[in-house]
């Protein structure tokens, strides 16, 4: 069992900057991929980006080029460094953990998820 709890999420102007953590106890981390996704009012929950066991990443076209994910196993956390934030970036930010190590993007394939924190860009 793995348990995840993101923190970092707030209010930012457009233009601006923000990094959302994600915090995992349970199961060794490193062994995981870790994954971001966001749901905004209204929509359904979207892929943003994912880190694979061997450090692989992978993003979303809407955000490449402006976010970042990283991983710190030592400290078990995974990090989304995001820049340049849009108004359509808001959303509520999900954190997820799934077994297989490999890049994966669709959310059926993870098997964990934490609560989620709010990212809200004003115009």
């Known amino acids: 069992q793995v348990q995840l709890v993101e923190s970092g999420g707030g209010l930012v102007q457009a233009g601006g900057s923000l990094r959302v953590s994600c915090a995992a106890s349970?199961?060794?981390?490193?062994?995981?991929?870790m994954g971001w996704f966001r749901q905004a009012p209204g929509k359904e929950r979207e892929f943003v980006a994912a880190?694979?066991?061997?450090?692989?990443?992978y993003y979303a076209d809407s955000v490449k080029g402006r976010f970042t994910i990283s991983r710190d196993n030592a400290k078990n956390t995974v990090f989304l460094q995001m820049n340049s934030l849009k108004p359509e970036d808001t959303a509520v930010y999900y954190c997820?953990?799934?077994?297989?190590?490999?890049?994966?993007?669709?959310?059926?394939?993870?098997?964990?998820w934490g609560q989620g924190t709010q990212v809200t860009v004003s115009s």
């Open positions: 880190i694979s066991r061997g450090g692989s990443t």
């Open positions: 997820a953990a799934d077994r297989s190590g490999n890049i994966v993007t669709m959310s059926v394939h993870y098997e964990y």
């Open positions: 349970g199961r060794p981390f490193s062994t995981y991929t």
